[in-house]
Each structure stands twice: as C-alpha cells, then as structure tokens.
C-alpha cells in the first residue's frame, strides 16, 4: 500500500497552537463496529467510523466475505450482515495493507467458517509476528501455511465445527484475545480467554452490545472472558468515540508548543486506553477534562490542554498495555521535559509496524536528543523545553506513529525536521495534517 511514492514532509518551530479540534474515529472500535456488523442479521449503521486505511482494507475484507457495506453521503455506514457462520469463500487474496488489528482479528473470524482465505500485506505487516494468533486458532482447528517466521503472506483453512479452547494469553495482546474471542462466535461450547494483564477491552464491550453472551470475571489469575459459541448478534446503531491514540498528538504537541492553549474533543477515555494523559499529567502536563459523556458505550471527554514545563519521569511498565500505541509520541515529549524519563517493560513496540524502540531512538538521536536504547524502553533525557537542535532527517519506516511522533517534534526543534515519508499516517489519520494547521502549526 505504501511502498512506493514517499512522501516527505519538513517540520519547521511552530508559534503558539490554539483552537478546538475534533479527533477522528477510533480505529479499533471501527475494525469491530464493521466486523460485528457484518456478522449480525440485518443491517447496523455506524457513525463516527474512522475512514483510515487500515479500517477500509477492513471493510473490504468483510465485503469480499458476503457483508454489503455502503457509505451514505452524510457520512453514515450502513452494514448487512450475513450472520454468525455465514461468512462466504473470497474470490481473491485478502490484503490487509498496514493493519495488524485487521489480520490478527479476521483471521479469527475466517478460522471458525469453512473458508480458505489467503491473507497479504505491505512490506511493514509482512514482518510482522502472526504466530501469536496461528497457535490458538490452530488449537481450536484451524490450519496454516505461513511464510517463514509465521509471516505473511499466509493461508488460513477455517473449521466448522471448531473447537472451542480455554486460553491463557502468553503476551499481552488484545489482537490475540480479539481473534480467539471472534473465532468462539461460531464454534459450539464456550470459549474462554485469560488475560493476566489487561488489554483494551473493546471486543468484549462491542460483543455484549450486539447480545453475545459474554461475562468478564476479574479472578487473581487476571480477566477470565468465557464467551457461549454459536452466538446470534443483533444488529446495533453505533457511534464511534474519537480516538485518543490519534488525540495524542495535538496534545502532546501544544503541551510543547510554548503559548499553546488548544481544545481536543471527542476523546474516548476507555481506562484500557487512556494512560497516557495520566502519563502527562504527572510530567507536569496542564490536560483538563470537560463535558465527561458516554458516547458508543465509551466514556468521552473534550481535553483542554496548555502548553507546559514537563518534568521527566519513571513510567511504571504496568500502565504500558493502556498506553501502548502512544509510547512514540510519548519519547517526544520525554526529550523535551526536564530531567530524565525511563520507560521500560516495552518489549511489544519491536513489532509494531516498525520496531518503535529502535526507530524512535535512531530518529530522536538525529534530530539532537538524548536517548539511550535499552532491550525493552528508552532512556531520555530532555532538553528541559529548550527546542531541539532538529536539521535532520528521519525514517518513518512505514509507520504512521513514528511519522506524527516526528511531526511533533519538528515543531518544537531550531532547524527543520525532515520526514521522509507521510503516506502511512493516512492508515489511522488521514486528517493529521489538516488538523493541526487548523490549529496554527506552520506545516
Ligand atoms: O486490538 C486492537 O485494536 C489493537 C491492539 C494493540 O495491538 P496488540 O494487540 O498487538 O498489542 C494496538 O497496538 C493496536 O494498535 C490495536
Ligand atoms: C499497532 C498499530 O496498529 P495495527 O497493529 O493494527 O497495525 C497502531 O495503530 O499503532
């Protein structure tokens, strides 16, 4: 998807940023909003829905297994759904683009149909670990013939009946608690999930809302999910909260940016997602949350945020799950801050669309931060709000959060911060750009 045509992009400082910007659609909410409703009878709408890359080659995916799916023109998606177990063989290989979320998951759908799917992705995806999700579903039945590693591009031989599996996660993965939990829709008897460490709890939320019958047990073991098998979903109306690991940005950006005074609205605050602005606060970061309301079974809230003086600080690896898309943006904020900002306990960024530890530290060090790289986290030390020397280039390596990590920085670094590629940052945001010259920044 985007291996050819790089687009560049050089950040320049920035004066103060001010306004109210909306952030667009969470993109896990709208990879489930589509998948339930595909697989519900009859037809569910949704609002609000994220149209990044990563959610369409989701929406394709769907379409191409029987779902008819349409945009209305105000903006609406309306979804017939085939029902539980009536998913059909697609005519052609599914490609999945950029989006982990939207492989990991579909391979769990596709897993319990009797449905041989080839799965592909760009050259980012294809690296990345899928064995996470082929040792379960194989369990429950499902065959694989993966490319070396457990990679893609793979073929997924779906069962029916599957078997259903009690499963302790070995790593703390809500892609892999998805899958398993999807795959258990159409396989009979109960399927049960335990996750030692809390991961974002959107499936569990969206499957109850569609009438799954679902219980989530907190027991010392960690969050036991039984889900009962051969489930008939409802269709549902669903609107999308924003999505806080795209707010990130703009917050983080006008907590730097001196003189800045912005308002983010729309920000899904799901505890399962939120840590970051706990993170930031406790930097020093001036964040406050207005009109608290439920939105789509989410809590939401409008953030109010001004630029502040960061002190750096020890991020305990406990929150990391709630917080796990926002390191990137995070680092950037940590070279700014005064003092020194430990993470560790980060072993899952090595293989997110890019290996985000390794990225950040290469990109933070050629635009003149402190960094040290350790086997699971950084080590920074900031600049105490003083701007970064900047004038380098960095690598975005396919990864839409590295490229809006160093947009942020280029903002508040002397010489201009060249990226050397934007085009993946419309997978989760494609209005980035868009929104934060609305509020002021000299893109
Ligand atoms: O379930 C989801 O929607 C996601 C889970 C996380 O991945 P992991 O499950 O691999 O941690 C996250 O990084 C990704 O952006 C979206
Ligand atoms: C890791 C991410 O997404 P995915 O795994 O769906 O590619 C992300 O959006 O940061």
Redesign the pocket.
């Given at each position: 998807m985007h291996d050819a045509t790089p687009t560049p992009l050089s950040v320049a400082a920035s004066g103060p940023l001010t306004g109210t910007a909306p952030v667009p659609g969470d993109?896990?909410i709208s990879?489930?909003s589509l998948m339930l409703s595909a697989l519900a009878v009859g037809t569910s709408r949704v609002t609000g829905l994220l149209e990044g890359e990563d959610v369409l080659a989701t929406a394709a995916a769907m379409r191409a297994m029987g779902a008819v799916i349409e945009r209305g023109g105000d903006g609406m998606w309306t979804i017939d759904g085939v029902g539980v177990g009536g998913l059909l063989q697609p005519a052609t290989a599914l490609e999945m683009g950029n989006s982990?979320?939207s492989t990991?998951?579909l391979m769990g759908l596709v897993s319990s149909h009797a449905i041989t799917a080839t799965f592909t992705g760009d050259a980012s995806l294809s690296k990345r670990p899928m064995g996470r999700v082929i040792e379960p579903l194989s369990r429950m039945g499902a065959e694989f013939t993966a490319s070396p590693g457990g990679r893609l591009p793979l073929m997924l031989r779906g069962i029916v009946p599957a078997v259903p599996i009690d499963y302790t996660l070995p790593?703390?993965?809500?892609?892999?608690?998805?899958a398993i939990l999807l795959a258990g829709l159409n396989t009979p008897g109960i399927t049960r999930v335990v996750e030692p460490v809390p991961?974002?709890d959107?499936?569990e939320r969206m499957l109850t809302g569609f009438g799954a019958k679902l219980t989530v047990e907190e027991t010392p073991a960690g969050r036991v999910i039984e889900l009962h098998g051969e489930a008939e979903l409802q269709p549902q109306t669903i609107i999308v909260p924003g999505d806080p690991?795209s707010a990130a940005f703009p917050v983080v950006a006008a907590l730097l940016v001196p003189g800045s005074h912005v308002t983010i609205t729309n920000v899904g605050l799901n505890p399962t997602r939120a840590a970051l602005f706990d993170v930031l606060r406790a930097m020093g970061g001036d964040i406050t949350f207005e009109n608290r309301r439920e939105v789509g079974g989410e809590p939401v809230a409008d953030l109010v945020v001004r630029a502040s003086t960061l002190t750096g600080i020890d991020v305990d690896p406990a929150v990391a799950?709630a917080m796990?898309?926002e390191f990137p943006v995070l680092f950037v904020a940590a070279a700014l801050a005064q003092g020194r900002t430990v993470t560790r306990g980060l072993e899952?960024l090595r293989?997110?669309e890019s290996d985000r530890i390794t990225t950040m530290a290469e990109g933070l060090r050629a635009i003149g931060a402190r960094v040290e790289e350790t086997e699971d986290g950084l080590i920074i030390d900031g600049t105490g709000g003083d701007l970064l020397p900047g004038g380098g280039t960095v690598e975005a390596k396919l990864d839409h959060r590295i490229a809006m990590s160093f947009v942020v920085a280029g903002l508040v670094s002397r010489d201009p911060v060249t990226i050397d590629d934007m085009a993946p940052v419309a997978t989760s945001f494609p209005t980035f750009t868009t929104l934060l010259r609305g509020l002021g920044a000299s893109l």
């Open positions: 993109k896990s990879h489930r982990g979320t990991r998951l790593v703390a993965s809500a892609q892999v608690k998805s991961t974002r959107h499936s690991s799950p796990i898309d899952e293989v997110k």
